[in-house]
């Protein structure tokens, strides 16, 4: 397929096939009904690889994760400041929040705090 022809959807980086560990933010995205297509990466650096998925979708999000942290990164942010970075440890209410407020970022909302 012709990189200049690719779906509108955000673009999620798995860092070493780490991805199910992260299935609520993917959730959180399904929620508001934005598409994401998903990506094996290589790396070690997981704000880069989000930024450069930014750069890639369509939709200018891009988010990437590894075992440890997961990153969400807009196109028109300078590369080493993502607007979200979660760690693992963090709960599963807050990890699909994260998913819900990358899809709202495509919408144009408002996100949505830890309190709703």
Same mark, same amino acid.
């Given at each position: 397929?012709?990189?200049?022809?690719?779906?509108?959807?955000?673009?999620?980086?798995?860092?070493?096939?780490?991805?199910?560990?992260?299935?609520?933010? &993917?959730? %959180? *995205?399904?929620?508001?009904?934005?598409?994401? !297509? $998903? /990506?094996?990466?290589?790396?070690?650096?997981?704000?880069?690889?989000?930024?450069?998925?930014?750069?890639?979708?369509?939709? &200018?999000? %891009? *988010?990437?994760?590894?075992?440890?942290?997961? !990153? $969400? /990164?807009?196109?028109?942010?300078?590369?080493?400041?993502?607007?979200?970075?979660?760690?693992?440890?963090?709960?599963?209410?807050?990890?699909?929040?994260?998913?819900?407020?990358?899809?709202?970022? $495509?919408?144009?909302?408002?996100?949505?705090?830890?309190?709703?």
């Amino acid at each position: 397929m012709d990189s200049n022809h690719i779906a509108p959807a955000i673009i999620v980086a798995a860092i070493d096939g780490t991805l199910t560990d992260w299935n609520d933010v &993917l959730l %959180g *995205i399904e929620e508001e009904g934005i598409p994401f !297509v $998903v /990506h094996e990466q290589v790396s070690d650096d997981v704000v880069h690889c989000a930024w450069q998925a930014a750069r890639q979708s369509p939709l &200018l999000v %891009g *988010i990437a994760c590894d075992s440890e942290m997961l !990153v $969400v /990164h807009y196109k028109n942010l300078p590369a080493s400041a993502p607007l979200f970075t979660l760690t693992y440890h963090q709960d599963n209410p807050a990890r699909r929040r994260i998913g819900n407020n990358a899809a709202r970022l $495509v919408k144009g909302l408002p996100f949505r705090d830890g309190h709703s």
